[in-house]
């Protein structure tokens, strides 16, 4: 018989874990007209640390999404958000593999660098991403996109951070219970 990548384990997994990203990014402080400091980057990069490469990219980038269709302002680039928190929890995900089978200890320190890595690849994509729209889609002038992407790399590091503690705080707490549970196991990891 043919094992399958979506089994119905993963597939309640991911729709679980998109749901628990959307409603995370609603944890909000606003920070001006655009920015704002959440919690949604740290459980994308949560998922990655606990689910794996795919099931934490795909649901990042599924939950992300979902919350920018609930904001006009937002709805226009929810494909490009998608893409680019798929990234944090691929990237988390895909290094927090190498702590898996280790000491908690060692765990814990895979579990940081992976989290780590994943928001910040988050920062520079979307900092990318807006340099591009501001400079060559809006024409702004290159004054006035420099002064926009310091707030927002100050707020985006601020989510990066925050997003690191609250990942490694939840994985290290709740892997033991998904142990015990069943929904840690190795098939469900990739």
């Given at each position: ?104 200890a060692a765990q814990r320190v895979w579990d ?79």
């Amino acid at each position: 018989m043919e094992k399958k990548f979506w089994s119905v384990q993963r597939l309640a997994v991911f729709g679980l874990m998109s749901a628990l990203v959307f409603a995370s990014s609603w944890m909000q402080i606003p920070i001006g007209d655009v920015s704002r400091v959440h919690l949604g980057n740290g459980f994308c990069a949560l998922t990655g640390l606990l689910f794996g490469p795919w099931v934490g990219g795909l649901a990042s980038g599924m939950g992300s999404m979902l919350f920018d269709f609930t904001n006009p302002l937002y709805i226009a680039e929810s494909w490009i958000t998608f893409l680019t928190k798929f990234f944090i929890g691929f990237v988390a995900g895909l290094i927090a593999r190498k702590g898996m089978g280790k000491s908690p200890a060692a765990q814990r320190v895979w579990d940081i660098v992976a989290a780590v890595a994943g928001t910040l690849t988050y920062v520079v994509l979307y900092l990318g991403k807006s340099f591009i729209m501001m400079y060559f889609i809006e024409r702004q002038t290159l004054g006035a996109v420099q002064v926009q992407l310091v707030t927002k790399l100050l707020s985006s590091l601020i989510n990066a951070g925050a997003g690191v503690l609250v990942a490694v705080i939840l994985a290290g707490a709740l892997r033991p219970a998904l142990k015990r549970a069943g929904l840690f196991r190795k098939q469900l990891l990739c």
